[in-house]
């Protein structure tokens, strides 16, 4: 993607820990409205993180926590309606905000 070019479906993240696993999310979302379908979180199986979190990680009334599947490798996906609980509608709205990782 250029600079300047808009940012288009799906919008993806990763972290990885210290041996080279990773945990990563796609989003999901209509390029015309930028409203959030939905959300994949994968972990590499033996991945330190369990977990993404989107902004202040100490803060439990900003945090929102979105936890990949715990026993081993693989998949969780999260709904539009899951997603919109956690206070995120649009993608601006994870854009806006820090993203980590957490075990």
């Known amino acids: ?11 993806s993240w990763a ?4 041996v080279g696993l990773q945990i ?13 379908q939905s959300a994949t979180v994968h ?3 033996g991945c330190q993180y ?12 900003k945090a929102k926590r979105l936890a990949a599947p715990t026993d081993g490798a ?7 309606a899951q997603i919109n609980a956690q206070g995120l509608t649009v993608i601006e709205d994870i854009l806006a905000i820090q993203i980590t990782a957490e075990p």
């Open 1 to 11: 993607m250029a600079k300047g070019d808009p940012l288009l479906s799906p919008w």
């Open 15 to 18: 972290a990885g820990d210290y």
């Open 24 to 36: 990563t999310i796609s989003v999901a979302f209509n390029n015309s409205t930028r409203a959030i």
């Open 43 to 45: 972990r590499d199986d």
């Open 50 to 61: 369990h977990t993404i979190v989107f902004d202040v990680p100490s803060d439990q009334v």
């Open 74 to 80: 693989g998949d969780k996906t999260y709904t539009k």
